[in-house]
């Protein structure tokens, strides 16, 4: 699904209640002297102690804010680093607002929406005098909205547009959760209220396009979307470049930047690639994504969207590349383990791949048919019978294949008869000994099974080239398109189909497909 929602945030990941630039070391330049330096420390400690009284917490907790929002304020945050430092922060002082709200934005951007609608809820408590009531209402009702709540998140936004009836980010968050809900009229309302007021505000635009799209009126979807993109990269062409696709402007900086909100931005950039991808213009879809991707290093979907045409279009290098970047911008994110899996997969890096769908398994989705599906085709291959028929078991368990499906219970019946054969297959003798008796024969209904493995359903270390592709790869921004490892395999059937919205590619059959990716419910 296209992503609406991280519009609704404060530009970068930082949505502190707190002026965070109070909190930053002042800042000096590479000319200043040691008397400068050494008093914009003394005045930034000062300021600090100041905090300290006006907030009433302690110093420590201060701290270890401050920290959290330099790991946030990097080029690439640091999720995890940030999440450490603001439960230390909470862990000295439990009252403190805006460590208790931040954990919560980081709870939501790694896609953790219980925990991030915790997070909230404490910091509501705290905010004894209401005076962020609105910012945090708009928080919880984005992350309902992000968890596929829509009820509650309508209900929250309702309550915000109650106490502030004018506030764009109110009137826009009820918007896209009226679009979620399928509700188009009420949501072109909302729209049309911001669009009033701003007509060049992104978020609305963004609302408006998605609209276009769900209405299957494409034409205008990509006019509203390239309209915001130019708008939101402030791109200023001449005549001869009016036809010129906004991604592309930006790819080859071809283009004359302002300050920008750099995620709203990318998810303007990553839903028009969406938009181009229903349409089968996919250099299209690729340019937008990849002009997603370099808008933000932190932006996840639009990384998820270039891994899953490259996984399908063979660039098993390409895919594992954008799948391993939006897995460090999201670590907990379960849509890029389970790709980045699927990667290593195709490109026989067997050992990886094992830790992967078992790591995915084990904190995503243990259910799903497509990983334990591969986990039972790669111990087959290693003879690790015990292993294979484990996964065969929850594979049918979970797929429920129908009969004449490759893999069936039958299936893994054959591989405890397999299994059983190997174990009881006779030694090979020692050099100038004598065989077994019947040895020359081999095992009776044996023959050439001696170890033998059997391949799963299009394998014998082959590529399978996607439906209707002759194996021809579409290379990442700056790529040449990788060809798959020598003696590389195909993933799975299912594997391969790009995610729309960032999904992962979609489960073998009767699989349940992994949690939305982070931000694009």
Not at 54 to 69: C, I, M, P, S
Not at 288 to 303: C, D, G, I
Not at 450 to 458: K, Q, Y
Request: proline share 5%; hydrophobic share 40%; with cysteine.
């Amino acid at each position: 699904m296209l992503n609406r929602y991280k519009s609704l945030q404060a530009p970068g990941w930082l949505m502190a209640l707190l002026m965070v630039g109070l909190l930053m070391p002042a800042c000096t330049g590479g000319g200043g002297d040691k008397t400068d330096n050494t008093a914009n420390a003394v005045k930034n400690e000062q300021m600090k102690d100041e905090l300290v009284e006006a907030l009433g917490t302690k110093r420590e907790a201060l701290d270890a804010f401050d920290q959290a929002v330099a790991a946030l304020s990097q080029d690439v945050p640091d999720m995890g680093k940030a999440q450490e430092l603001l439960e230390k922060a909470l862990s000295i002082s439990p009252d403190f607002l805006e460590a208790q709200f931040n954990l919560g934005v980081v709870y939501e951007n790694n896609s953790r929406y219980d925990k991030a609608l915790e997070a909230y809820g404490k910091a509501q408590k705290l905010d004894k005098t209401n005076t962020h009531a609105v910012s945090i209402i708009v928080a919880i009702g984005r992350t309902q909205s992000l968890k596929g709540d829509t009820e509650a998140a309508v209900k929250s936004f309702d309550e915000a547009l109650r106490l502030e009836p004018e506030n764009i980010d109110v009137l826009n968050g009820i918007g896209a959760v009226y679009f979620k809900a399928g509700k188009y009229d009420e949501a072109v309302d909302f729209v049309k209220k911001v669009l009033r007021e701003d007509n060049e505000n992104l978020t609305a635009l963004n609302t408006l396009a998605q609209v276009y799209t769900a209405r299957d009126n494409r034409s205008m979807a990509v006019y509203v979307f390239k309209k915001a993109a130019r708008v939101a990269i402030g791109a200023i062409t001449n005549d001869e470049e009016l036809n010129i696709e906004p991604a592309i402007l930006v790819i080859e900086d071809k283009l004359k930047k302002k300050d920008i909100d750099t995620e709203l931005a990318a998810d303007l950039f990553n839903n028009l690639g969406m938009i181009y991808q229903k349409m089968d213009e996919l250099p299209l879809a690729v340019y937008n994504f990849s002009a997603a991707a370099k808008l933000s290093p932190t932006h996840v979907e639009s990384r998820l969207n270039l891994g899953s045409i490259f996984l399908r279009y063979l660039n098993y290098e390409g895919a594992k590349a954008k799948f391993g970047e939006a897995l460090q911008a999201a670590p907990g994110n379960c849509t890029a383990k389970l790709g980045l899996a699927a990667s290593d997969f195709a490109l026989s890096k067997h050992d990886d791949a094992i830790k992967g769908y078992g790591g995915y398994l084990e904190n995503c989705n243990a259910n799903d048919a497509s990983a334990n599906l591969q986990m039972q085709r790669i111990y087959e291959q290693r003879q690790d019978f015990d292993s294979a028929i484990k996964y065969c078991k929850k594979y049918v368990e979970v797929a429920k294949p129908a009969e004449g499906s490759p893999v069936t219970a039958e299936y893994c019946k054959a591989l405890e008869n397999m299994k059983n054969m190997v174990r009881d297959a006779p030694m090979d003798p020692a050099e100038g000994g004598e065989g077994m008796e019947g040895g020359e024969e081999g095992m009776e209904g044996g023959e050439g099974m001696e170890g033998d493995v059997i391949p799963a359903e299009g394998e014998e270390g082959d590529v399978i080239p996607a439906e209707g592709e002759e194996g021809d790869v579409i290379p990442a921004e700056g790529e040449e398109g990788a060809a798959p490892a020598e003696g590389g395999e195909a993933p799975a059937e299912g594997d391969a189909a790009p995610a729309e919205g960032g999904e992962a590619p979609a489960p073998a059959e009767g699989g349940d497909a992994p949690a939305p990716a982070e931000g694009a419910p």
